[in-house]
Each structure stands twice: as structure tokens, then as C-alpha cells.
């Protein structure tokens, strides 16, 4: 018998095709498979009562569910008959002639508790549909807070962040995805960047009409088994794990005990709240159209991270540095602190310690004779206060400087910035970001909007998300080129993500061919101890744009955003 604090969550993965009745036939009978399991919420996927391939708007319009529909009535009365919340996705009949992709939530007693437009639309959806005009709403239930997401909404932060800062604990993700990053990035990170649970239900089978699969594939260049959906269903918990999980092509449903209350804490294991430590007040360009100034940058440059453990580094990283110098490496980025350690007791004598080492790395610089750039982060006593700091040496110089922007309980003695600012090199606009501030989503958006095609990651990694899927999903959905250097931890250790050239969807790719992964970076993931070098392509950052109509920036759902400028809704 089941804690009466927890309820059971289902999943049901699924196909679909261009006809309506078989697909509601679809529906009703996973629903009641489902049921079986005598779940709370059963979560349907994207588009269930059509494929998204439509002859033109006319069509897509006809081929939608009106509201007081049989299809939906039918679903309503499958919500009654298994006293279940149920959420399935459609696009959705509107004004005469107008479609929205709406994720729709129904109660154990068959009534609409909320409909959800989607935010993003993906490339050719922005023929067919049209985008919210209003925040998906956050709707109490019997069994805790609900927000419902849709498809390509996942690969954006905005919109689950402004679900989980207004009190979501559960949010549903309805998706039709034949990309293996929403399942390895997006779904698992959403979760654990908001501490809240993801319940994910995705397709199988092909998403165009079986019929135009062959024609599609040679149309588009795309090996028809990636125009099927990709699976992979799952359901994850607020610390990012993953509590059920679905294979990659039957039809199948998933479910899990979960206690909603856990998503009310969202506390790390430093105790840091990172909803409470957020800085609404630095982030208004996120709830702003915002187009970053280009800034002229290198097809490629190399990168390198040092592993080094200890505390008395400064031989240690002058042997790191004349190492990353002899191979030509153009940025080298160390772990946080890397001269003082990661428990900072006395802030005068580590500030001290800490100046001395910016001295050396000043004068090492200069030594080599070569123009690496070399970045960690430092303790300086300033008269504004005691600042956690990132900074960049190369040439004997101090180049630039970010002072860490989120308090966080590790470093209690900080004193946060007030605002981001890029390094601006002779090879790309560079991002440093401080400790801590890479847990926040909203730190990569407003480095990727101040136009840095590459952010230097100086931290120290605590929990097995942020090395296994975290910094790899910000490199993904900013189209960033991360370095990313922490000291040898228990839950990994430092990492260096790039871009593939080829990226945009329906364009002539030259470097690959389409392999699943629509905008997973590469990465390469570093020993315990040594030196990690890897080619990064900051020219390759510049191109944001998924495909047509659908730009990773400057499609984001920005007029929709403004609760990310507001302190968070505690929910309590």
C-alpha cells in the first residue's frame, strides 16, 4: 500500500496517424491500460489527435478537435470512469480558421481543469498554428500543482522555469520528438534545474502520415527511421533522476510512486535555495526581445581544463599552464578557487593569497611569451565588499573579470554583482561564469543574449546532474561552446562542449547527416587529474537557428516570461 502523502504517476507512449478515429481508438485503449495501474494522472503525448503534416492551414484546421468535441468528451469521460487526472495534447479548434498545439488537463470528475497553448513552434507548426498569447497556467489539484509543456516548449528554459517559479511541483510534458536530446538533456535537466517532477510522455511511430514516410525521407534527406518518434517516455524526480523510463519504439506506458511535496524544497545539498537566491532584478532582458550584438569570432580555437587537486596550487598550475602553452592552447580554464581550495575560513588571509596568485598568473602570462588566457576564480576584498570572482590573464594582463552574481551558502562571505559582462577576445566573446551561478539557467541565457559564443565554467560540481546532462543541456539550448573546469568530484569531473556545424533543419548539411541529435553539443569529458584539450568552434555559436521561423534566441517565448523577473511564488 502506498504512503498516503504519495500518488502514482503513468506515462503512456504512443503512435498516431492522420486519422482521427483510430488515433482516439489509440488513445481510449492505452488509457485504460494505463488505468490498470490505478494511477493519479496519466500524461498522453503531443498532437494525439493528428500527426503534424498538414496539406495547409485549412487543413490542419479541420483535421483539429473543437473543445466540446466527441474526441475530447471521449477522453473527459475516460477521466470519470478512472477517476483520474488525464493530459493529452491536441491542436486544439480556436477562432474560425485558427489552431493552437494545446495541452489540456482533465480532472477525476471528466471537467477542463486548464488548457495550455504551446509557446514555441517548431519551423513548419508556424504555418499551421498559432503560438500562446498568455503563460500556461498553474493549476492546484487534489494531488498538487500542475503545469503543463509542450514538444519544443522543453528546449527552452522559459517556459518551465515561469511554471515552476509560479508553484508548479508536476509538470507535464506532452512531446512528438524524433530527438534523442530532449530525452538525454532537456526532460532530465528541466526537472532538476527547478527541483520539480517531470512526468514526459513521447510518440512512437512515424511522425508524418505512414503513406508520405518514403517521399519525406527523400525529400528531406532524413533516414525515415528519424522521422519516427523517438520514445524514451520517462518520468524524473526534482534531483534529476530518473524514476521510469520507456524504450525507444513500442507502445508502452511507465509509471511512479512520487511524494509532490518534495518539489516544494528547493534546497541543494549546501543548503542553498536556488529558487530564493535568484536575482530577478538582473534578469529583465529575459522577458525582453533582445538581439545580441554579433561579435567577429574563430572557426576554431583550443580549449583546455586542468584537473588538479590540492590546495597549494601555484606549482601545479604553473606546470599546467606551460603544458597548455606548449600545445597551443588558446584558453585554459581551471576549477573554482584553484589556489585556496574550496572552503574558504578566512576570507582576509585567502583574499591575500589570492592576489599573490593573480601576480603570478600575470607574470606567467607574460613569461610564456604565447597568448593563452588562463581563467579561474579568485577572493578579492573590494569596497563594496568581499566578491567571488572569475577572471581572464593573458599577456601578462588581466583582460576581464565577473564577479559571482548568486549568493549561495557555500561561500556566504560573497557579495553578489549586479550585472553579467563578456570578455571580448581577438578569437570570440567569452562568458566567465563564477562558481555557483552555472546551476542557474537564467546565467547562460543572459550570456548567450549578451552575444558570448563561449562561456569558461570556473565551479565545483556537487550533484551528478550539472556534469551529467546540466552544462551539456545549457551548451545545447544557447548554442554555447562551454569549458567547463571543476576539481575531481565524486559525481564526475571537467568537460569542453562544442557545436556541429550542421544544425538548422531542411538545410544542406555537410559535415554529418542526420543522426538524432538536433542540438546536442559534443563533448569530451576530461581524466581525473591532468589536462583535458579539445577544439571549440565559436563561429559555430552564431547560428541559433533551429529551423525555419524557429531561432533558439530570438524565438524563445520572451513576452511570456515575466515571471522569471519576479520573485518566485513559494507555493507554501
Not at 541529435?517 to 589536462?531: D, F, K, N, W, Y
Amino acid at each position: 500500500m502506498r504512503d498516503r502523502s504519495t500518488i502514482r504517476v503513468a506515462a503512456v507512449q504512443l503512435a498516431s496517424g492522420d486519422n482521427l478515429a483510430a488515433n482516439l481508438r489509440g488513445c481510449l485503449r492505452m488509457i485504460d491500460r494505463a488505468a490498470q495501474l490505478r494511477p493519479a494522472l496519466i500524461v498522453l503525448p503531443e498532437f494525439c489527435n493528428h500527426v503534424s503534416w498538414y496539406e495547409d492551414r485549412a487543413h490542419s484546421y479541420r483535421v483539429s478537435v473543437a473543445l466540446n468535441s466527441g474526441f475530447l468528451r471521449a477522453i473527459a469521460g475516460k477521466a470519470r470512469e478512472h477517476q483520474a487526472h488525464i493530459v493529452i495534447n491536441c491542436t486544439v479548434q480556436r477562432d474560425e480558421g485558427v489552431a493552437t498545439g494545446t495541452s489540456l488537463l482533465y480532472g477525476p470528475d471528466g471537467e477542463l481543469l486548464t488548457a495550455s497553448d504551446k509557446q514555441l513552434l517548431m519551423g513548419h507548426e508556424h504555418n499551421f498554428l498559432q503560438r500562446a498569447q498568455a503563460p500556461g497556467a498553474v493549476t492546484t489539484t487534489e494531488i498538487g500543482r500542475i503545469g503543463l509543456y509542450t514538444g519544443t516548449d522543453g528546449l527552452v528554459c522559459e517556459t518551465t522555469r515561469s511554471l515552476a517559479l509560479r508553484g508548479a511541483q508536476l509538470l507535464c510534458n506532452s512531446l512528438s520528438s524524433a530527438a534523442r536530446c530532449d530525452n538525454e538533456l532537456h526532460i532530465p535537466v528541466r526537472a532538476a534545474e527547478n527541483r520539480v517532477f517531470v512526468i514526459a510522455a513521447n510518440k512512437v511511430g512515424p511522425l508524418v502520415p505512414r503513406a508520405l514516410l518514403s517521399a519525406v525521407s527523400q525529400a528531406t534527406g532524413t533516414p525515415e527511421h528519424f522521422l519516427l518518434g523517438a520514445g524514451n517516455s520517462q518520468i524524473v524526480a526534482p534531483d534529476g533522476t530518473v524514476l521510469a523510463r520507456a524504450n525507444a519504439s513500442d507502445e508502452q506506458v511507465i509509471w511512479a510512486d512520487i511524494d509532490p511535496r518534495q518539489a516544494v524544497d528547493k534546497r541543494r545539498l549546501d543548503s542553498t535555495d536556488l529558487f530564493r537566491s535568484r536575482r530577478p532584478d538582473l534578469y529583465a532582458p529575459l522577458a525582453q526581445q533582445v538581439a545580441p550584438a554579433p561579435y567577429p569570432c574563430a572557426p576554431e580555437v583550443l580549449a583546455a581544463t586542468a584537473s588538479l587537486a590540492g590546495g597549494a596550487w601555484l606549482p601545479t598550475i604553473e606546470e599546467a599552464l606551460r603544458e597548455a602553452a606548449a600545445a597551443d592552447v588558446t584558453m585554459l580554464v581551471l576549477p573554482e578557487l584553484a589556489v585556496v581550495g574550496t572552503s574558504v575560513t578566512n576570507v582576509t588571509a585567502a583574499a591575500q593569497r589570492c592576489d599573490a596568485a593573480l601576480e603570478f598568473l600575470v607574470r606567467a602570462t607574460r613569461e610564456l611569451g604565447s597568448d593563452i588566457g588562463v581563467v579561474t576564480t579568485i577572493v578579492r576584498d573590494t569596497v563594496k565588499g568581499i566578491r567571488h570572482t572569475a577572471v581572464y590573464v593573458a599577456n601578462g594582463q588581466l583582460v576581464g573579470y565577473q564577479d559571482q552574481l548568486h549568493p549561495c551558502a557555500r561561500h556566504p562571505w560573497a557579495t553578489p554583482d549586479h550585472r553579467i559582462k563578456t570578455v571580448d577576445l581577438p578569437w570570440g566573446r567569452v562568458a566567465l561564469i563564477v562558481g555557483d551561478d552555472a546551476l542557474y539557467p537564467e546565467t547562460f541565457r543572459l550570456a548567450a543574449l549578451a552575444g558570448a559564443q563561449v562561456a569558461a565554467v570556473s565551479f565545483h560540481a556537487q550533484e551528478a546532474w550539472e556534469l551529467q546532462n546540466g552544462l551539456l543541456e545549457r551548451s545545447a539550448e544557447n548554442r554555447l561552446c562551454l569549458v567547463a573546469a571543476t576539481r575531481p568530484t565524486p559525481v564526475g569531473n571537467s568537460l569542453i562542449t562544442t557545436l556541429p556545424r550542421d544544425f538548422t533543419l531542411m538545410t544542406p548539411w555537410t559535415e554529418r547527416t542526420f543522426d538524432g541529435e538536433l542540438s546536442s553539443p559534443i563533448v569530451r569529458r576530461s581524466a581525473r587529474t591532468g589536462l583535458l584539450t579539445a577544439p571549440i568552434h565559436p563561429l559555430h555559436a552564431v547560428n541559433k537557428q533551429l529551423s525555419g521561423a524557429t531561432d533558439l534566441l530570438q524565438s524563445r517565448p520572451w513576452a511570456l516570461a515575466g515571471a522569471l523577473a519576479l520573485p518566485h511564488d513559494t507555493g507554501s
